[in-house]
């Protein structure tokens, strides 16, 4: 399974396609599912790039990454 798929949750309801973070922190709807997937892994790729998603899986948190940027 991608790291994708591990930290975001699908719905289709009534025509329309929500891609959700399994954290919160964001959420894409819409029913151009194309489109939905497009945004959802832009936001998906920037929160993984900060380390949002490290209890998920794995690498370096938050707290960490900023730790070794500031020495």
């Not at 798929?5 to 289709?12: A, E, F, H, I």
């Not at 936001?43 to 070794?68: A, P, T």
Request: hydrophobic share 25%.
């Amino acid at each position: 399974m991608s790291h994708f798929n591990r930290c975001t949750t699908r719905k289709t309801s009534q025509g329309i396609h929500h891609i959700k973070c399994k954290l919160g922190l964001w959420g894409v709807s819409g029913v151009d599912k194309k489109k939905v997937e497009v945004e959802a892994q832009y936001y998906f790729s920037q929160y993984k790039l900060d380390g949002e998603y490290s209890s998920i899986i794995g690498g370096k948190s938050v707290v960490e990454k900023f730790r070794s940027n500031s020495k």
